[in-house]
Nanobody, 118 residues
Framework: QVELAEFGGGLVQAGDSLRLSCVFS????????MSWFRQAPGKERELVAT???????YDADSVKGRFTLSRDHAKNTVYLQMDSLKPEDTAIYYC????????????WGQGTQVTVSS
């Protein structure tokens, strides 16, 4: 059973930076695609960024150039570096894992709140 533990949320001002961490356990980390999603109040959950086991990344247009997703296989951890934060980045951020053979995300973290004040 995969478990995901998120860290790093908080309250910051516009223009500040935050780094979210997601620690993966329970299975072979290298066999999982990892992503961050977010959900703002009254809005649907949206994909923020994805990283494959080989390190290829995809970033949503709304965060491109500001957010960077990386993974450390030695620590079974993914990092979402968020720079130049905007108030519209305010949301609960969720880490998710998907086995490379599966079409959907089966494992989710508990979520961490990111609030950006103007």
């Amino acid at each position: 059973q995969v478990e995901l533990a998120e860290f790093g949320g908080g309250l910051v001002q516009a223009g500040d930076s935050l780094r979210l961490s997601c620690v993966f356990s329970g299975r072979t980390f290298a066999l999982y695609v990892m992503s961050w999603f977010r959900q703002a109040p009254g809005k649907e959950r949206e994909l923020v960024a994805t990283i494959t086991s080989g390190g290829s990344t995809y970033d949503a247009d709304s965060v491109k150039g500001r957010f960077t997703l990386s993974r450390d296989h030695a620590k079974n951890t993914v990092y979402l570096q968020m720079d130049s934060l905007k108030p519209e980045d305010t949301a609960i951020y969720y880490c998710a894992a998907k086995h490379i053979s599966m079409p959907t995300y089966d494992y989710w973290g508990q979520g961490t709140q990111v609030t950006v004040s103007s």
